[in-house]
């Protein structure tokens, strides 16, 4: 089974919105880590959304206000909503968490999904 499954990319205009879902198959409650990431061509990836270990979230400077990122514990799923989508946002967009388990940390990462936004 994999253990993060991205879905909900796709193409949309400037100034659209486009919201992505994470299907994750592991216990949310040894996960310390979990959100989103992004690479666009030519660059290398940045964290877009977190949840932190702290319990809190961080945007990335350039999405703030714009993204938001959201958790559904009963169907163990991760979201991202994307407001005002610019064509700078056009990447691969990756679910990511890290897993804590007998003292050892594990990162997963999904396979990604496309958006793209046309300039």
């Known amino acids: 089974q994999v253990p993060l499954v991205e879905s909900g990319g796709g193409l949309v205009q400037p100034g659209g919105s486009l919201s992505l879902s994470c299907a994750v198959s592991?216990?949310?409650?040894?996960?310390?880590?979990m959100g989103w990431s992004r690479q666009a061509p030519g660059k290398e990836r940045e964290s877009v959304a977190t949840?932190?270990?702290?319990?809190?979230?961080k945007y990335a400077d350039s999405v703030k206000g714009r993204f938001f990122i959201s958790r559904d514990n009963a169907k163990n799923t991760v979201s991202l909503q994307m407001n005002s989508l610019e064509p700078e946002d056009t990447a691969v967009y990756y679910c990511?968490?890290?897993?804590?388990?007998?003292?050892?940390?594990?990162?997963?990462w999904g396979q990604g999904t496309q958006v793209t936004v046309p300039s």
């Open positions: 949840f932190t270990s702290g319990g809190g979230i």
């Open positions: 592991i216990s949310f409650h040894s996960i310390n880590v």
């Open positions: 990511y968490a890290n897993q804590l388990l007998q003292g050892e940390e594990l990162s997963y």
